[in-house]
């Protein structure tokens, strides 16, 4: 599979300014995808999202979207250094997704191991 090329990305934000970057989407996963969300929310799902940018740093996002009348799509990032220890980088994407079953769902995308192991 062909890398995927850098864009230029906006992201809406509630109650924070709104974020640009230039980055490569790594990974995606929504709500609306999946049969057993779309009978509860016909208008609204979530839409999380892993970005890196061209430094190496992440981006992660997580998108309220919305077909409904008057209402638009905003969302939640987490800028994560590209210094910071792998294990660190996934802690706190997955942290901002709040471990859900959409984050767990994108993780698996990414190869990502989300147990806790414990001795």
């Not at 996963?29 to 940018?53: A, F």
Request: glycine share 6%; with cysteine; net charge negative.
């Amino acid at each position: 599979m062909a890398e995927k090329e850098f864009e230029d990305v906006e992201i809406a934000r509630r109650d924070a300014p709104d974020v640009r970057f230039r980055g490569r989407l790594l990974a995606s996963v929504s709500s609306k995808d999946e049969t057993r969300q779309t009978e509860r929310r016909k208008t609204r799902w979530t839409e999380l999202e892993l970005w890196e940018l061209e430094s190496g740093a992440w981006v992660a996002a997580s998108m309220a979207c919305s077909d409904a009348d008057g209402e638009i799509d905003f969302g939640s990032i987490e800028h994560v250094p590209a210094d910071a220890p792998e294990d660190e980088r996934r802690r706190r994407a997955m942290g901002l997704w709040s471990y859900s079953w959409l984050a767990k769902a994108l993780a698996a995308k990414l190869g990502w191991d989300v147990v806790e192991t414990l001795r």
